[in-house]
C-alpha cells in the first residue's frame, strides 16, 4: 500500500514538473525566435539605411561635379553662339575629363552621360558607354519626367551591352550660368551593392535580397540571382522598406 501511494505521489510529481518544463521550453523558445527575428529586421533595417547612405553620396558626387565653378564655366563657353567649333571641341573636352574623374574616382561607376534638355550642348559621355544611349535614353519615360524637373530617380538595368548588371541614377540639374536644364545619367555595378550584402550572415539557407517593385532581384548576397523574379515565397518573410528605384524597395531575408 505505502509503495502504490509513492509511486502515485512521484508519477503525479514528475508529470507536473514535465508539463512545467515543457511549457517553459515552449515560452523560452518563442522568446527566442521572437527576439532572433527582431534581431534580423534590426539588420536589415540598419544595412536598408546604409546603403541609402551610399546611394545619396553618389548623388552628392555627381551634383559636386555638375556644379563645379570649371563645369559651369566650360558648359557657359560651350553654349555661346560665337565659339568656334575648335573651342566647341575643346570645351566638350574639358566637359568629359570633369565626368571621367566621377568614373574613376568612385568605386563601382561604368558610365556617365550628359544630355542638354534643349539641345544647345552636345552630348557628352564617359566610362563604359553606349553609342545608341543617347537615341535610345530621349524615348524612355524617365527622360520626359526628368526633362521637365529638377530631382533625381535610380532605375534597375538588368543587363548592359556589357553585361553587366547595373542601378541607373538619372538626375535632372539646371546650370548656374546659363539657366538650361541638363540630365545626367551615371551607371553604377550593382556588384557595389551586393558586396555590401554579402557581408551580412544570417546563417545557413539565408540570403538577403533587394528586390525591386516588380518583383525582380536588382541585388543579391547569393552570386547568379540579381535580374530574376524572385521566385521564393516563406512564410516568414522580414522586410525593411527603402525609398528608391522609383518606388519602395524590400529587401528581405527569408529563413
Known sequence: MGVRLFLIFFVAIMFFVLAIGILSYQ?????IQKNAENANLQTIVQTSQKLDIILQKYEEN???????????????????????????FTT?????????????????????????VDGSLDDVSTGSTSQKFFEEARKESWYDEMSKTVGSRWIHVQEKSNGKSVV??????SSVTTSKRFVLVQDLNVEVLE??????NFGDNSKLQIIGPDNVVIGSSIIGET????????????????????????????Y
Open 195 to 200: 558586396d555590401y550584402l554579402k557581408e551580412i
Open 92 to 116: 566638350i573636352n574639358d566637359i568629359r575629363n570633369r565626368l571621367n574623374s566621377l568614373v574613376y574616382s568612385n568605386k563601382g561607376v561604368e558610365s556617365v552621360y550628359m544630355m542638354s
Open 62 to 88: 555627381l551634383q559636386q561635379t555638375f556644379l563645379d565653378n570649371e563645369m559651369q564655366k566650360a558648359i557657359m563657353n560651350a553654349s555661346l553662339s560665337g565659339t568656334s567649333d575648335y573651342d566647341r
Open 27 to 31: 515560452m523560452a523558445k518563442s522568446t
Open 227 to 254: 535580374g530574376k523574379l524572385r521566385s521564393m515565397i516563406c512564410p516568414k518573410l522580414v522586410r525593411a522598406k527603402k525609398e528608391a528605384f522609383g518606388s519602395m524597395m524590400p529587401m528581405a531575408i527569408p
Open 168 to 173: 541607373r541614377l538619372i538626375r535632372s540639374l
